[in-house]
């Protein structure tokens, strides 16, 4: 199993500081880790990080692309692009939506896939103690990914782009 984690392009300091500290048990269990930190933590994670073969500490990750398509869960904050990608990726999602945004707003994002069924939230104030064990959860319940991912991919919009020049062309006309 693959799992990525993703914070934002400068990291995310709750969601570092909750994987360093899940390090030893998700290598113990052979969970292959991808971790994004960003520039802040990066020269931390890699010392917490070394002599672990199975885990990829990146500063920030420009083949994202690559990235997803590696990962079987995903743990990420819940900004509007983030929310957009995983929606196209369609993979299991644990979002930890960030406590320091204006009007709350990542948390609503992420409620709006809790309440489909398309992802699972841990609250930023409580993931140092429970994001372990809902990865865990996930990671060891496949019906539980099947249907987290076939729910996420049903938000998503591959043709957005078509979508907007349509309704573009609409106004201009």
């Not at 083949?63 to 995983?86: H, T």
């Not at 939230?121 to 140092?128: M, S, T, Y």
């Not at 996420?152 to 782009?161: Q, S, Y």
Request: charged residues 25%; aromatic residues 6%; hydrophobic residues 45%.
């Amino acid at each position: 199993k693959t799992l990525l984690i993703v914070g934002g392009s400068l990291g995310a300091f709750t969601i570092n500081e909750s994987i360093e500290k899940l390090l030893p048990e998700l290598v113990k269990y052979k969970i292959q880790v991808i971790w994004q930190t960003g520039k802040f933590f990066f020269e931390r994670a890699k010392k917490s990080a070394a002599g672990y073969k199975n885990v990829s500490v990146n500063e920030f990750i420009y083949s994202m692309d690559q990235a997803y398509a590696s990962a079987d869960v995903v743990v990420s904050r819940s900004g509007a692009l983030s929310i957009s990608e995983l929606c196209l990726v369609g993979k299991p999602t644990v979002l930890i939506p960030s406590p320091n945004v204006s009007e709350d707003h990542q948390t609503k994002n992420a409620m709006a896939l809790v309440n489909t069924g398309s992802a699972l939230l841990v609250k930023d104030i409580e993931a140092r103690e429970q994001l372990g064990n809902v990865l865990f959860d996930l990671l060891n319940d496949e019906k539980k990914q099947i249907a987290l991912s076939e729910n996420i991919v049903k938000l998503g919009f591959p043709d957005a782009t078509d979508r907007i020049v349509e309704e573009v062309v609409k106004l201009l006309k």
